[in-house]
């Protein structure tokens, strides 16, 4: 299957899980033109994906998204990932947008929050997850400043259910269980505010195909060890009731982003210094 020629990508995470996204959030400026789009990669199948068009008021602006960060039965989120970046990368993707929900580390923060995270530390285990391509790779401004700036405006506007930051550090950690207490407070004692299980080792498979990448978190749950025990009947209720209004900000998000980056996430990738110990994989027909 022949992979489209797309500016924006879009990866779904556990808050719009519920949503039929974009069809069940109704929005006039949004039309689905394919869906059940798998694709081969060197990496395995890759997870289905649909391909949107969102009319802004510049030009149409088209968009492949994917759900649950491509996370299936079988697939390691290791290739799930690589999947996913393969597919970005051979559509000529150069804008990643991402939401997920996350737990509260710092106490400051309530379910319902919105986070927008500037940083991030990897805990994972899942460090040599790459494509094979001659790069090094510059995490500074690892979450793009400019998307993140339309990020705080937009969910200012739209945002009702809690507060919105616009900083904050997003640890990183393997799941599938929940953190120990004293992996949490160890965790705040390194400057996390939140923690998750999404965030590594996309952000850097965003930098190695130069594309910008940043993400709209919801806080879902307290951290072990933060305020009060989670419920999980709390957790749930959040996930079944909130995934519609963040579906419909990250939409609003793609049609008043620019049609062209001005900031400067694709300069920080650097030609490996390492000749000749890569070697480069056919790439695919793109339309």
Known sequence: MIIPACE???IGGSSTLNVDEPEGLALDFVEVKERGLIFDTPFGVSPEFKLVSVYGTDHEKRVLTCRMHGWRQGVTRADASRQIFWVFKNAGVKRILVEGGVGAINHL????DLVIPHDYIDVSVRKDVGLDTQYLLVMRDALCPEIRGFMRTICEQSWAEGRVFDRGVYVNTDGRHFESPAEVQTYKMAGADVVGQSIC????????IGACYAGIYLVVNYAEGVITPWQHEELEEIFYTQG????????ALIRELPARP??????LRKETLLKGIYTSKAEPEIV
């Open 109 to 112: 923060l309530r379910p319902c």
């Open 201 to 208: 080792p996309e952000v850097y498979l965003a930098r190695e």
């Open 262 to 267: 001005t900031c400067g996430c694709a300069d």
């Open 8 to 10: 924006f990508a879009l």
């Open 244 to 251: 519609y209004a963040l579906g419909k900000i990250l939409y």
